[in-house]
Every structure is written in structure tokens, then in C-alpha cells.
């Protein structure tokens, strides 16, 4: 047996996890793995300065282990901000399983992830995310009871992704309202690409107010499917990013606008669910800000899935949850004015008071 020692000068070259560009300070990082289910699962703690860290659980089949640990950890710190943001008294974190949701699930392996999640004592509180279903938390449930998003039938608040929809259509709207005066979408050209259960939910509301919407997914049988309930059109082209249109709605995943992309997009507005839809937050923010398209954050409007959530920790009903998320209207246009008046980008505009929230709770704690 031969074990090759690597030099602390040379760690940098080894990509450690402290190294890793996403790292902002994230307070625990558990890599969990269980051979007997085939569980092989990341869990990131950003940041419980405001409360326990809640953030869903992601299932997907990365290209490496090292994709996997830059998603948990930009994902994680999303959660952070999204929170203090939305005034909710709740730290970021996230947790991925790297696995085919459609052929790796079982109920055995979901156990055993709460497991994971149960051995850190209410530190980090999962939820659904992409790959997931309710019923999966339900399953969770039987292990821990640090899970949200549970059946509402078993007590809990049930799909998030209605709520998320709606929020980002609130968002979508105070956008609109900053960069045309006025916060009515009829006739407004909306590409919406991603159509999950959030982008479907978002679908339906942008036809309802008269918007001519495009949906692109990878799923053909999807697209046909949400064509066929609300009427919209099926993009047919082969570079979404270079269409003519007033709003782009990233509803998949993340970094569609990066350095590729960027200098194609035309939309006067983007505002979508995905998480991380900025690349490289200083640069293509900036970017954004000097093309004059208006960039609705999106660990602000897409808030309404956690405040759905965090319902079932505070023990508060649908109507405040409605109120909550229709809430993201007015902070959107609050943190829009802000960025404009005093020459920020969006993001940081967002991220500024995100930050000093969680702040000012640390010199509270320490006093």
C-alpha cells in the first residue's frame, strides 16, 4: 500500500473544499455516504446567525463530485440571503444527492438521508427541490422531524412550488412595473425556460394576466403537455438567449446568464425561479446593469417556496403566507428604486440588506 503525501504548498492545486471559488465562509460542510442504499449526499451549512439553517434537497446526476460540492455550496449560500431578506428568522443551507431521481430513489435511501439530517440535531432543516416530491419528505419524516414541505394531509404546508410561482410572478410584475411604468404583463412576450412544477405554475398565472408566453424544457413531453392546458407556444429554435422578447424567466437551473450568454440576451427584464442565475454575481450583475436590463434577484423573488415552508415552523396560515409572498412585490420594487438611485446593481442592492439584517443579529447575539 502506497499513500501519496501532498504538500500544504500544493493543496491549492488539489482543489480542497476550503479552496473551492463558492466558498464564503460556510460553517459546516457534511458529506454523507451509506454503500447499503447507495446514498451518496452533500449537505451545506452557510449560515444560522438568524436561526437554523432550511433549504431543500436536491437530487441530481452531476458530471463530478466536485459539481455536486459547488452546487451545495452556492445553493446553501442563496438560502442564507433569501431568508434574511424575506425577514425570516432562518439561517442557509442546502443538500444535494448525486443520483438519477428517476432510477436511483427509493424509500430506503430518502430514510436514510434523514438519518444524515436527524445526526445534526435541528442545525440544517431539508425541504423539496429539484428531483424531489412531497412524498419524498413524508418519507423523511418517519426519520427526523427536521423536514418541511411534508403532505398537508400529515400537518404540513404541502408542494412549495405554487407558492414559488406565485412569488416569482410578484417579483415578474414589480420589475415590470419599474422598467414600463405600469406592472401589467398582457402582451408582454415571456420566454419561461424550465417548465417543472414551478415554471408550469408560472405558465398559468402569465396566461391568465394575457401574456404571450414561450416555454423551452428539455422534456418534449412536458412542453406538449403545458402547451396543451394553458396555450402556450413551444419554443422551436435552437439559442433561446438571441430571441426577441420583453421578459426571460429562468425557471431550471442555474447560471444561464454567464459569459456565453450574456451579451446575446435582449429581454429588458429577467425574472425567474432558478437559483444562481448569475454566473458570476460582480461581473455579469454589472453587465446587466450597463445593458439597462432590469435584473429581478433571485434569491428574492423566488422567496415564496421557504415562506410556504417556514409556515409549518411558525405555525401560521394560508393567508399569511399569501400576504407574505405577495410581499416580494413591494420589496422588489423597494430594492429596484434602491439600486437605482444609488447606482448599485440589483444583486448587490438585495445582497446589501440581506447582509446587514444577518449583521446586525450577530452584534445582538454578542451583546
Known amino acids: 500500500m502506497t499513500t501519496d503525501v501532498i504538500e500544504a504548498k500544493n493543496l491549492v492545486n488539489a482543489d480542497p473544499v476550503f479552496g473551492q471559488l463558492s466558498f464564503d465562509n460556510h460553517e459546516q460542510i457534511v458529506f454523507c455516504n451509506d454503500k447499503d442504499t447507495g446514498l451518496k449526499a452533500i449537505i451545506g451549512i452557510h449560515n444560522t446567525v438568524l436561526g437554523p439553517a432550511l433549504g431543500g434537497t436536491r437530487m441530481w446526476q452531476y458530471k463530478s463530485e466536485w459539481d455536486a460540492l459547488n452546487d ?173 422578447m420583453d421578459i426571460y424567466a429562468p425557471c431550471a437551473l442555474g447560471a444561464t446568464v454567464n459569459d456565453e450568454t450574456i451579451h446575446k440576451i435582449k429581454a429588458d427584464i429577467i425574472a425567474g425561479a432558478a437559483n444562481n442565475q448569475l454566473a458570476d454575481e460582480l461581473k455579469h450583475g454589472k453587465l446587466l446593469q450597463e445593458r439597462g436590463i432590469v435584473y429581478a434577484p433571485d434569491f428574492l423573488i423566488n422567496a415564496g417556496g421557504i415562506i410556504n415552508v417556514y409556515a409549518e415552523l411558525e405555525n401560521y396560515d394560508r393567508a399569511e403566507i399569501m400576504r407574505k409572498t405577495e410581499n416580494i412585490y413591494n420589496t422588489t420594487l423597494e430594492i429596484l428604486e434602491n439600486a437605482k438611485v444609488n447606482k448599485l446593481t440589483t444583486h448587490n442592492a438585495a445582497l446589501n440588506i440581506a447582509k446587514d439584517r444577518i449583521e446586525t443579529r450577530r452584534r445582538e447575539n454578542a451583546n
Do not use: C, W
Open 72 to 244: 451545495v455550496l452556492r445553493l446553501s449560500r442563496g438560502m442564507t440571503f433569501k431568508s434574511a431578506i424575506t425577514g425570516l428568522n432562518l439561517g442557509g443551507g442546502k443538500a444535494v444527492i448525486i443520483g438519477d431521481a428517476k432510477t436511483q430513489k427509493t424509500p430506503e435511501l430518502m430514510k436514510r438521508f434523514g438519518e444524515f439530517v436527524h445526526s445534526l440535531s435541528g442545525k440544517y432543516i431539508t425541504a423539496e427541490d429539484v428531483g424531489m416530491e412531497t412524498e419524498d419528505m413524508d418519507i423523511v419524516r418517519e426519520v427526523t422531524p427536521f423536514v418541511t414541505g411534508i403532505s398537508e394531509s400529515k400537518g404540513g404546508a404541502g408542494n412549495p412550488s405554487p407558492i414559488t410561482a406565485y412569488g416569482v410572478f410578484m417579483g415578474m410584475k414589480a420589475a415590470a412595473k419599474f422598467k414600463y411604468g405600469s406592472d401589467i404583463l398582457e402582451d408582454k412576450n415571456v420566454f419561461v425556460q424550465g417548465i417543472g412544477n414551478v415554471g408550469e405554475a408560472l405558465v398559468e398565472h402569465l396566461v391568465n394576466e394575457g401574456a404571450k408566453v414561450t416555454i423551452a424544457d428539455i422534456s418534449q413531453e412536458r412542453l406538449e403537455e403545458v402547451k396543451s392546458k394553458y396555450g402556450a407556444t413551444i419554443y422551436g429554435g435552437n439559442d433561446i438567449y438571441s430571441e426577441d
